[in-house]
């Protein structure tokens, strides 16, 4: 198998970074068409813009220098968008930012950003600009949890604030490649003695959708190992993915990401994994491979049993940019994916939007667009709409990217302003079908990205359907004809075009929309390297847990009595001293009487007050 993907961890020609900031402007010159090579520097563009009508409303102004008020220039009221087919065009071409090496275009013409505005943000970019070189040099950007934030480091080790971190980044790609290489080879076998022929990912949040976005992307027809993802603790979805396995679960590669080592659903999957295991008479350790934080729960057990190699997850790479690390990259390798050239293109984006030129800085201009359309607020939807059906999971992943870093409840300097972006998407041009109807007609609250290939197939293997038309062309049509219809009733768009779907420019855009998240949070002030909210949503699924094994002891000291006695809600809350969890307390035992653990005596769960409930069997240990 290895023959059939020469050069999986060879060096790339262009993943030799530099760690240099970057001298202003960087590389990024453009011409009016897309196809020929850029000669002269990009000029800025000429004021000439126009807007779209909005008004802020005033009971939301305030005198923080982060209130709306503030947070929207000169408060001016945007008009609508530009319609003179020449005026937009020479929008178009003044705004086009073009990456020639990367082939990746980017387009905001369709924003209706004044020049007025532009100007005024400027500082507030300058200052951006500044909080991520200090990011990127080792500064304190997480300054909730005390971390640094070090994931653009992952593609470029050099630039690590120290030694230490830079070599630990180095190994860990050797020991991936190296690790990849021998299980694709053979020269890492099965127990049996066979070749690995599978591979089972266990993770959740950032553990998974970066893994299972770049499989969608980049993974070959017949890859080496085919991958399968476990990403939630629903048995059935478990199930599943164990079942289709069958007779391979023998050849499959056990991959278990979890930072900590204790994340619930991860850890479900792994005993869910393991009991499959011990039923077929398998030995899981000779399979299993953890990547965790040293130390971590998961990491002493896969050392103490054995496993088949561990993996390192860094303090400073949070789960939601892990893809550049073993979280991302050892799947992706295993699959028979380029990784150094995803790292190579990750690399040339991070060069490319460390300019502090706004115009030549293409994360900096989404970040631009997104404060436009949102109000710097959040007001308006992104909708992320990929043209190209091995894209479609990257709505998914920008998702989190997004929403995970910038919805927040308090700014950096404990002002509650309950900040975000919401994020959603299809694909095209199946959303022609789906919700187009509503971006056209409906609420005008949202604001579109375009995902545009330029490749349709590979070549060679393209043909007609009718003269001069190929299946290509209706793809490409329906993007721009839904753009053009979306523009016609002032729905701005931003696109972003790449020539094709490669690991250079899957890193790329990846890169890309790491910087513009890390801008724009700090463009409205907010810490965008933590997750309180989804902490709390974990310490109340714990709390859900804890009162169920309280509800279960009350209900197994009723099922032990002579006779049985059968208890109604308020009984069962009365005896777990918690009257005030009662509705959470019947939510619990009508999920235990659904999965028959509790047994209902009396009534029925759509009628609450009317259900008695006892467990059928006396259980003297389980619940003393």
Partial sequence: MASSIPGLCSPSQTFNPKPSFPKDPILIPIRMTLFTKPATP???????????????????SSSSPYSVANNFPAMQKKMGLEKDPQALWRRYVDWLYQHKELGIYLDVSRVGFTDEFVEEMEPRFQAAFKAMQELEKGAIANPDESRMVGHYWLRNSKLAPNSSLKSQIENTLDTVCKFADDVISGKIKTPRGGQFTQVLSIGIGGSALGPQFVAE?????????????????????????IAQLGPELASTLVVVISKSGGTPETRNGLLEVQKAFREAGLQFAKQGVAITQENSLLDKTARIEGWLARFPMFDWVGGRTSVMSAVGLLPAALQGIDIKEMLAGASLMDEATRTTVLVNNPSALLALCWYWASDGVGSKDMVVLPYKDSLLLFSRYLQQLVMESLGKEFDLDGNKVN????????????????????????VHNFFVTFIEVLRDRPPGHDWELEPGVTCGDYLFGMLQGTRSALYGNERESITVTVEEVTPRSVGAMIALYERAVGIYASLININAYHQPG?????????????????????LNEASCKEPVEPLTIEAVAERCHSPEDIEMIYKIVAHMAANDRALIAEGSCGSPRSLKVFLGECNVDDYA
């Fill in 42 to 60: 990009r000029p800025t563009p000429p004021l000439s813009a126009r807007a779209v009508a909005r008004d802020i409303p005033s009971d939301l």
């Fill in 534 to 554: 989804v902490e709390a949503g974990k310490k109340a699924a714990a709390a859900v847990l804890a009162l169920q094994k309280r509800v279960l002891s009350v």
């Fill in 419 to 442: 900040q975000g972006l919401t994020v959603y998407g299809n694909k095209g041009s199946t959303d022609q079908h789906a919700y187009i109807q509503q971006l056209r007609d409906g």
């Fill in 217 to 241: 992307a980049l993974a070959p027809d017949n890859p080496p190992l085919k991958i399968r993802f476990i990403d939630n603790t629903d048995p059935a979805g478990i199930d599943h993915q």
